[in-house]
């Protein structure tokens, strides 16, 4: 078996630990204190939220590890056809289709593009359009350079980004300006998209420098298990890295700070190196010791994750399990909510394992 030549379960794996977060889970955790409270559930709460500015909680690794797992799969995808020889117009024909269908997709999840309304529309704010963004800068750095530029390419994003935010002035503000309303990369988003921005503290159009970034990150993560070194030898090379990125973060975060809501270089650094660690944890017990079965539904849930994102963010399945469930809301108390939770992760869970047996995957 070469990992060339099979596909890596790890990785399947990992995107549906990513997944389960956003399926339901991390609901359940937040409305847990309501029915049982303790010092433990509200920790677990607390974590399932994003941070309300610098710092990080668990769940803000979720759209990281997004980006960073499309990054891992690209040197089995994007790469693999530049090396067969296919025809580079062809390769670009299919990450622009790509693209657009994430983006078409980000617009119609967060977008208002189902409202049918223009004064609606935000055209920049989800995550699947920070990964059009990340995949279509990863796919032209791996499609025209060689893999050290592309080191040099990915130091450069993080770093192009943190000039312009330490020396670009914003009226009445200045320079190097970090707080939530008054930062470089939040009046670009309200200059250039105006009323179709999203009224948010996210920034996006500065940010893709190191949506980018994320994504190459991952790509070298790529490279590292598609290499012909043993399995071991590729997870001390994941789980150091993990380290040294977290290490780099951190010491970054002491002038640029660790910020989700704009997409920080020193968050990148952090963020990628818990992504490095958690890719280390699964690739060691799945793909080199073949401990998969504790992996399986995670494996489900990854093979098929834009349906379960997209139906996720569209449909709330707790309505169709409240016509099971709901009836016993006058027994269940304040843990119904929690019940209607694990009925909606339950439901949606479903429809993927059936999509999963009869080997239904949607491919863009």
């Known amino acids: 078996m070469t990992t060339d030549t099979k596909r890596i379960v790890s990785v399947d ?40 500015w610098t710092g990080f909680h668990f769940y803000d690794i979720i759209m990281p590890l997004f980006l960073f797992i499309v990054g891992v799969a690209m040197p089995f995808s994007v790469l ?12 670009y024909l299919h990450v622009i289709r790509r693209v657009i269908i994430l983006w078409i997709f980000g617009m119609m999840v ?7 309304s223009w004064q609606e529309l935000k055209f920049y704010s989800n995550t699947l359009q920070a990964i059009a963004a990340g995949y279509l800068i990863s796919s032209i750095l791996i499609l025209e350079t060689r893999r050290q530029i592309q080191m040099y390419a990915t130091a450069g994003l993080m770093l192009v980004y943190w000039l312009c935010m330490a020396l670009i002035p914003i009226p009445g503000a ?41 994504t190459m990150l991952g790509v070298f993560a790529g490279y590292i298990i598609k290499g012909d070194r043993s399995g071991i ?12 990125l977290i290490a780099g973060g ?14 920080t270089s020193s968050f990148v650094l952090f963020s990628s190196g818990l992504c490095y ?21 995670f494996v489900v849930i990854g093979s098929n994750a834009i349906v379960a994102y997209m139906l996720g963010h569209l449909i709330d399945f707790r309505v169709i399990g409240d016509v099971f469930i709901g009836g016993l809301a006058k027994y269940t108390g304040a843990w119904q909510e929690i019940i209607r939770w694990a009925a909606h992760f339950a439901i949606l869970y479903g429809i993927l394992y059936y999509m999963y047996k009869h080997k239904i995957f949607l491919k863009i």
């Open 13 to 52: 794996a990992l995107r549906g630990f990513d997944m389960v977060w956003i399926m339901g889970i991390g609901s359940l955790l937040s409305d847990l204190p309501k029915a049982w409270d303790s010092s433990i559930t509200r920790f677990l709460a607390t974590q399932m939220d994003h941070v309300d």
């Open 80 to 91: 693999r056809r530049k090396e067969k020889g296919e025809p580079k117009r062809k390769i």
């Open 110 to 116: 967060q977008g208002h593009l189902l409202s049918y």
């Open 174 to 214: 200045g320079a190097g300006n970090y707080t939530p309303e008054t930062n470089l990369a939040i009046y670009i988003d309200k200059a250039i998209l105006g009323s179709h921005q999203d009224g948010t503290t996210y920034s996006w159009i500065l940010s893709s420098l190191n949506f980018g970034a994320t």
């Open 233 to 244: 030898f590729k997870v001390g090379q994941l789980a150091l890295l993990g380290i040294a």
């Open 250 to 263: 951190l010491l970054w975060d002491l002038n640029h700070p660790i910020v989700k809501h704009i997409w």
């Open 277 to 297: 660690l958690l890719l280390a944890f699964f690739y060691l017990f799945i793909d080199v010791l073949n401990l998969k079965g504790w992996a399986f539904p």
